[in-house]
């Protein structure tokens, strides 16, 4: 699993295993390490970012953080994304 970034002592990650057909863009947040239910955000075409669930339950003000976070290193999260998986889809 692909570590992107971390935000204290949140990690932000791909899950290497998304399925056939692959899944939309999106990242996995999860406490300490990776987790196989961890939240998801889908990340759209324009860079924006969408909560898809919250099951790591972070709180909701590091959450606007996070999806700050994300939106913000968007462009290399989806070249990082390409790259890894070597396709492409959008939720939206």
Known sequence: MPQLLRIGPYVIYFWSNENTPLEPIH???AEGQA????TKLWISSNGKVMLCNNNS????RILQKV???VEAN???IIEAWLEHF???RYYC
């Open 27 to 29: 990242v996995h947040i």
């Open 67 to 69: 999806i700050r976070l």
């Open 74 to 76: 968007s462009t290399e």
């Open 86 to 88: 070597g396709e492409i």
């Open 57 to 60: 339950k972070i709180p909701e």
């Open 35 to 38: 987790a196989p239910n961890a």
